[in-house]
């Protein structure tokens, strides 16, 4: 068998999926959203597909190495996203080959059902809301998403954090806190996402504060880049510390680990170098003593991928998913049968390779430019620029 072609095709309303064909007919799909830089992503997909084909799909291992160092410089967002969608699309392929799901290949399974946790704010601008509006309407989502079954929730930092703030803006934010976990009750698992915006001088003190509602993990305490930095929060709270969602391959988790910055690990499928990668920082992270929480914000096929390596890893506590309202996200309109949550939880994907059937006529009708850019984060009183 070998590889004819790779294709990119972007998609509403944010997302690449890339398509792998071969001279005997099997396809691969796979998914390389780099939020905000899809069109850098989908130019060093082209660069890459030259490495790739007239080789054979089903030696996976060897056409990442191809493409992650055959090129002598490495790394990078793009191009680690790029191989990632290629190499999600190569285990679809050999899958289906072999007439089996990509888990079974993997090692097999270690569980029956996939725990999900969903995000917990609306398609809304809480920044622009007065405190009292903003706090009833997280509340109000954390409501919903309980009463549709979910036991993990995750809410973001919404607003950005100057690098020294006031005790009042502490005590707003923990109080945020506190009314959505007296809405939910301690049966049900609670994340705080801090995305970076807060400074290695604020961390602590928000995280002590924090320490009595029992949350599953803080996500990126800090900027992830000062790895030390991050494992100075961590060793000054009892809360789990998360990060991931910007580290690329096993190299990056690497320090991570050894430094011991955090306990639940969040690479994600789309960026992290794809399946095997993520199997491999799984294993490392076990050894560690950390669990496996993989980043997904984004849109069907990610989550196909992330399912495949859920099901199979021993140190897995849950799978993100943005949960959104009109379900693009669980494979509507791409997926000829989307995946479905129920009680909070994905059935372990039985389908040969990811378990997926594309829809190809969806893909033109809800083509797009590919333009889409992370929105802005600035300070009201002097418009200077605040972590995203």
């Known amino acids: 068998m070998k590889i004819k072609g790779v294709e990119t095709f972007h998609v509403k309303p944010r997302w690449i999926f890339v398509k792998v064909t071969t001279d005997e007919g099997i396809t691969g799909w796979g998914e390389c959203d780099l939020e905000g830089r899809n069109l850098v992503t989908a130019a060093a997909v082209d660069s890459l597909k030259d490495m790739i084909i007239g080789e054979d799909p089903r030696n996976i291992e060897y056409l990442y190495k191809l493409m992650y160092a055959g090129g002598f410089y490495r790394g990078g967002a793009a191009v680690f996203s790029a191989i990632s969608g290629i190499e999600q699309a190569l285990w679809d392929i050999k899958g289906k080959w072999l007439n089996v799901p990509v888990w079974q290949l993997l090692g097999g399974k270690s569980r029956d059902r996939i725990r999900m946790y969903a995000h917990i704010f609306g398609n809304v601008d809480y920044a622009e809301m007065e405190e009292r509006e903003c706090r009833d309407l997280l509340v109000e989502h954390a409501k919903k998403k309980v009463e549709k079954g979910f036991k993990s929730l995750k809410t973001p930092f919404i607003c950005p954090y100057r690098h020294i703030e006031t005790p009042a803006m502490v005590t707003r934010f923990v109080e945020r806190i506190a009314e959505i976990r007296e809405a939910i009750g301690n049966d049900i698992d609670l994340a705080v996402d801090f995305h970076g915006r807060v400074s290695a001088a604020m961390a602590p003190w928000l995280c002590r504060e924090l320490e009595p509602f029992g949350l599953m993990f803080v996500e990126e305490p800090v900027l992830p880049e000062n790895v030390d930095a991050m494992a ?157």
Request: overall charge negative; proline content about 7%.
């Open 232 to 388: 100075r929060v961590a060793r000054m709270t009892t809360i789990p510390i998360a990060t991931g969602e910007r580290k690329f391959t096993t190299f990056e988790f690497r320090e991570v680990l050894e430094k011991q910055a955090a306990t639940v690990l969040q690479p994600d499928l789309c960026h992290a170098g794809g399946i095997s990668q993520v199997m491999k920082i799984a294993a490392m992270g076990e050894t560690y003593y950390c669990s496996m929480a993989p980043h997904n914000p984004l849109g069907p096929l990610a989550l196909a991928a992330c399912l495949q390596v859920d099901t199979v890893i021993p140190n897995f506590t849950a799978q993100e998913h943005p949960s959104f309202e009109d379900g693009w996200d669980l494979g509507g309109p791409y997926l000829k049968k989307p995946f479905e949550i129920k009680d909070g939880y994905i059935d372990i994907p039985q389908g040969a390779g990811m378990g997926i059937e594309i829809d190809e006529a969806a893909l033109k009708e809800y083509a797009y430019d590919g333009r889409w850019e992370t929105p802005r984060v600035s300070f009201a009183d002097d418009h200077s620029f605040g972590e995203w």
